[in-house]
């Protein structure tokens, strides 16, 4: 039987992580967030590090399962076996249907539109490039983990790269600091309160994208020694490249400018540059959007193939292509269901993703609440890493990831019935699946000491 093979080491998951998370966020969210915290500079920038910090958390709680058992599927695998197969399945059912593949599909259409800058599209000419963009990420990903991971690297270093060039040069020639009012609020009332809640909220959002890289610990050489130092060295990446990167802003173009702006890094450019200058950063961006793309291709359809391997799936995603010990198929699927998103009229899948990705961090909270499951359960199990603050570390993130929910049930009741009623969808298709024969886990992938599972 053709297995996933190990070939992806601590560069390449530092790299997943980093390239995965940047995508468009923090060229559009500060602007936002500068507002919702009443101009504050010093308070923005809390906020930038604190949801960070949180993220981190999260990154640190995955890490100690991820090292333990180093399955793909991350996520799934740890709702699985804590919590059970129909939330582990409607985890998976969610990612399939609008999360991942909305996600991408959101990728590939802000690539078209970024692609604007350069060249003139007409409406079919748009969805066409977006639909070959998301082809050529699954070609790349099909021929191997390997190749994935190598284009992922390439292209997150560039982003990178850009990235923290373009903060250099805004903050060395940047003279719009000058201008801030203040560094701190003068003083605090309950709309700061509130504005400080929903910056948090979303650059928790700007966030996200870190955990994807769970679902490839299955295919990491000597797991349980880089997996936790990947996932944990990315997220810490990426929190100074945010950090750095909203100083420079307000460097360049003053707490004022970056309020005002909704290209916040085009206008700050444009500022010290000129106007040509901001072609530099929409190439920037279509490099990091075709980035983000590579690393949910890379990563995501492994979840499929645990799903399918646990017979609750579409069996032939749990097939591993003989040539490039890779679930082709899962891949295949995945993409083809984002290509199939992108030509659908308007941005129907736009308003899809916007009502489901908060049902993601209800998730998050039931994968990072199964650490308690497996310390209980399995108090000897072999852990080479372990959660740094334990219990409070995983506490933290989950109510960070409560808040989130929270707070969408109450400002966004529609998005909350719409994701209810896409999950109780689930259920039934979960049952389908249930009865048919499940694929063995591959004991090329199963955790050192761990046990063949009996589906319930």
């Given at each position: 039987?053709?297995?996933?093979?190990?070939?992806?080491?601590l560069?390449?998951?530092?790299?997943?992580?980093?390239?995965?998370?940047?995508?468009?966020?923090?060229?559009?969210v500060?602007?936002?967030?500068?507002?919702?915290?009443?101009?504050?500079?010093?308070l923005?920038?809390l906020?930038?590090f604190?949801?960070?910090?949180?993220?981190?958390?999260g990154?640190?709680?995955?890490?100690?399962?991820?090292a333990?058992?180093?399955?793909?599927?991350?996520?799934?695998?740890?709702?699985?076996?804590?919590?059970?197969?129909?939330?582990?399945?409607?985890?998976?059912?969610?990612?399939?249907?609008?999360?991942?593949s909305?996600?991408?599909?959101?990728?590939?259409?802000?690539?078209?539109?970024?692609?604007?800058?350069?060249?003139?599209l007409?409406?079919l000419?748009?969805?066409?490039?977006?639909?070959?963009?998301?082809?050529v990420?699954?070609?790349?990903?099909?021929?191997?983990?390997?190749?994935?991971?190598?284009?992922?690297?390439?292209?997150?270093?560039?982003?990178?790269?850009?990235?923290?060039v373009?903060?250099?040069?805004?903050?060395?020639?940047?003279?719009?600091s000058?201008g801030?009012?203040?560094?701190?609020?003068?003083?605090?009332?309950?709309?700061?309160?509130?504005?400080?809640?929903?910056?948090?909220?979303?650059?928790?959002?700007?966030?996200?994208?870190?955990?994807?890289?769970?679902?490839?610990?299955?295919?990491?050489k000597?797991p349980?020694?880089?997996?936790?130092?990947g996932?944990?060295?990315?997220t810490?990446?990426?929190?100074a490249?945010y950090?750095?990167?909203?100083?420079?802003y307000?460097?360049?173009?003053?707490p004022?400018?970056?309020?005002?702006?909704?290209?916040?890094?085009?206008?700050a450019?444009?500022?010290?540059?000129?106007?040509?200058?901001?072609?530099?950063?929409?190439?920037?961006?279509?490099?990091?959007?075709?980035s983000?793309?590579?690393?949910?291709?890379?990563?995501?359809?492994?979840l499929y193939?645990?799903?399918?391997?646990?017979?609750?799936?579409?069996?032939k995603?749990?097939?591993?292509?003989p040539?490039f010990?890779t679930?082709a198929?899962?891949?295949?699927?995945?993409?083809v269901w984002?290509?199939?998103?992108?030509?659908?009229?308007?941005?129907?899948?736009?308003?899809?993703?916007?009502?489901v990705?908060?049902?993601?961090?209800?998730?998050?909270?039931?994968?990072?609440?199964?650490?308690?499951?497996?310390?209980?359960?399995?108090?000897e199990?072999?852990?080479?890493?372990?959660?740094?603050?334990?219990?409070?570390?995983?506490?933290?993130?989950?109510?960070?990831?409560?808040?989130?929910?929270?707070?969408?049930?109450?400002?966004?009741?529609?998005?909350?019935?719409?994701?209810?009623?896409l999950m109780?969808l689930g259920?039934?298709?979960?049952?389908m699946?249930?009865g048919?024969?499940?694929?063995?886990?591959?004991?090329?992938?199963?955790?050192?000491?761990?046990?063949?599972?009996?589906?319930?």
């Amino acid at each position: 039987m053709t297995t996933l093979r190990r070939t992806l080491g601590l560069t390449d998951l530092v790299l997943i992580v980093v390239g995965t998370v940047i995508g468009s966020g923090i060229f559009r969210v500060p602007s936002a967030v500068l507002q919702q915290t009443g101009g504050s500079v010093g308070l923005s920038l809390l906020v930038w590090f604190a949801a960070g910090i949180l993220s981190l958390l999260g990154a640190l709680t995955f890490a100690e399962m991820g090292a333990a058992k180093p399955d793909a599927g991350g996520l799934y695998v740890f709702i699985r076996d804590a919590l059970g197969p129909l939330p582990a399945f409607l985890y998976g059912w969610t990612m399939f249907l609008v999360i991942a593949s909305g996600s991408a599909a959101t990728l590939a259409v802000a690539f078209k539109d970024y692609l604007g800058a350069f060249v003139t599209l007409p409406p079919l000419g748009g969805k066409a490039v977006a639909i070959a963009m998301i082809a050529v990420v699954m070609v790349i990903n099909v021929r191997g983990a390997r190749q994935g991971a190598n284009v992922q690297g390439v292209a997150t270093a560039i982003k990178v790269l850009a990235i923290v060039v373009m903060s250099a040069c805004l903050l060395i020639f940047g003279h719009g600091s000058s201008g801030a009012a203040g560094f701190w609020p003068a003083q605090w009332n309950v709309s700061l309160l509130t504005g400080v809640g929903l910056a948090m909220i979303s650059v928790l959002w700007a966030y996200e994208g870190w955990q994807y890289v769970t679902f490839s610990a299955g295919e990491t050489k000597d797991p349980q020694r880089i997996f936790p130092r990947g996932i944990v060295a990315g997220t810490a990446l990426v929190i100074a490249i945010y950090v750095i990167a909203n100083i420079a802003y307000v460097a360049a173009i003053g707490p004022d400018g970056v309020m005002a702006s909704q290209r916040v890094a085009a206008d700050a450019v444009s500022a010290l540059f000129g106007p040509a200058a901001g072609k530099l950063i929409a190439a920037i961006i279509l490099v990091s959007m075709f980035s983000a793309t590579n690393g949910l291709t890379l990563t995501a359809p492994r979840l499929y193939y645990s799903m399918a391997r646990d017979g609750v799936f579409f069996s032939k995603l749990a097939e591993v292509n003989p040539r490039f010990n890779t679930p082709a198929t899962a891949i295949i699927a995945s993409s083809v269901w984002a290509m199939v998103l992108v030509a659908l009229p308007g941005s129907t899948f736009e308003q899809l993703l916007t009502y489901v990705v908060f049902v993601g961090w209800i998730f998050f909270a039931l994968a990072a609440l199964a650490i308690f499951v497996y310390r209980r359960r399995e108090p000897e199990l072999h852990r080479p890493f372990r959660t740094p603050g334990y219990p409070v570390t995983p506490i933290l993130f989950v109510l960070s990831a409560a808040a989130i929910v929270i707070n969408t049930v109450v400002t966004q009741p529609r998005n909350v019935m719409f994701a209810i009623g896409l999950m109780v969808l689930g259920v039934p298709a979960y049952y389908m699946w249930r009865g048919r024969p499940a694929k063995a886990p591959a004991d090329a992938l199963a955790s050192p000491g761990a046990k063949v599972r009996e589906r319930v």
